[in-house]
């Protein structure tokens, strides 16, 4: 196997040589695959969103040699069933814990001991709460783009914050709510997107991606924008991402940086741009001081997006350091 492409950082694409889908005993069955080395150091990625589902370019950011690379896609994402989609049967027996006990019973599925977690964005906060509430199945952990579900980062993020930053982006995002509701966005988006009426549900949850798209590039990226707007990826977005968020995530607040101190002895890499408009670095720089022997690294040319500059090659860097023990 050939090495990263020096100009992305990235390995070649490769397939999975095992997939399956877990049966979580309460409706709900959970996608996972593996590739790399069967053998290799495992490592388990844990996508963003919620709501997303697991990405293929995520196997590429680890030596296929060294690893043994896990994707799963949370419950209602991506290949996993129920679906949210044109209903939110997905939703129910779906939050953060149930998204903990699945890691863990997919760990002792694959018969691994002990795992690297590598998570981003929401995949970051997910993977803190499996890492603080499973410490001894944790080898490492390494995450970009952190963030812990906080009422200041939800504030930033849907009550006002951002919208000094993109205040044209901010007005469209608002256009859907009515003024009686414009005081919190969050609330009424939770309503707008499982209105019974299809074209109001699936015209908010276009809107509601497309903030996210405004917010995630450094660069304001078209392409982005116009796959966030198509409605097969915008509804089961934002309906899970509104779940979730409406409920704070089913977390104490401050919980994942009030309990890193459980971390202690997990060595860890916090990959963070300076510019992240979607999650903020001061979240990142918390957690770097509430979390003994973690390092922070903070990039000043890039955003949220993992194409930002830098990004892939201090990724590149951590996953590769881990791998080699």
Same mark, same amino acid.
């Given at each position: 196997m050939t090495g990263r492409d020096r100009r992305d950082g990235l390995y070649p694409p490769i397939r999975p040589h095992l997939r399956g889908s877990l049966d979580t005993g309460d409706g709900h069955t959970v996608y996972w695959e593996v590739s790399g080395n069967p053998h290799g150091r495992p490592v388990v990625v844990v996508h963003g969103g919620p709501g997303t589902g697991s990405a293929p370019v995520s196997r590429q950011l680890f030596d296929p040699d060294a690893y043994r690379i896990v994707l799963f896609d949370q419950r209602g994402c991506g290949r996993s069933t129920p679906e949210v989609g044109s209903s939110t049967g997905g939703l129910a027996g779906n939050t953060?814990?149930?998204? /903990?006990? %699945?890691?863990?019973?997919?760990?002792?599925?694959?018969?691994?001991?002990?795992?690297?977690?590598? +998570?981003w964005s929401w995949g970051s906060a997910l993977g803190l709460a499996y890492a603080e509430t499973h410490p001894q199945r944790v080898s490492g952990i390494v995450l970009r783009g952190v963030f812990t579900a906080r009422d200041?980062?939800? %504030?930033?993020?849907y009550r006002g914050g951002a919208?000094?930053?993109f205040p044209d982006d901010w007005e469209a995002f608002l256009s859907p709510v009515p003024d009686g509701e414009r005081h919190d966005p969050l609330a009424a988006y939770a309503r707008l997107v499982t209105d019974p009426d299809p074209d109001v549900a699936r015209n908010a949850a276009v809107s509601w991606s497309e903030w996210e798209a405004a917010l995630s590039a450094l660069v304001p990226s078209p392409a982005a924008r116009a796959e966030f707007a198509d409605p097969a990826t915008a509804v089961p977005f934002a309906r899970i991402a509104l779940h979730y968020?409406?409920?704070? $995530?089913?977390? %104490?607040?401050g919980q994942l940086i009030r309990d890193a101190g459980k971390l202690?002895? /997990?060595? +860890? /890499?916090? /990959?963070?741009?300076?510019? %992240? $408009?979607?999650?903020p670095p001061t979240t990142a720089y918390e957690l770097y001081k509430a979390w003994p022997g973690c390092e922070l690294v903070l990039l000043n040319g890039a955003g949220h997006s993992l194409w930002d500059p830098g990004v892939l090659t201090q990724l590149a860097e951590a996953t590769d350091r881990f791998a080699a023990g």
């Open positions: 953060t814990w149930h998204l /903990v006990a %699945d890691m863990e019973r997919l760990r002792e599925h694959l018969g691994i001991e002990r795992w690297l977690v590598f +998570g200041s980062e939800l %504030d930033w993020l919208a000094h930053l968020f409406a409920h704070r $995530a089913w977390l %104490d607040e202690a002895g /997990v060595p +860890g /890499v916090l /990959v963070q741009g300076r510019y %992240d $408009a979607v999650c």
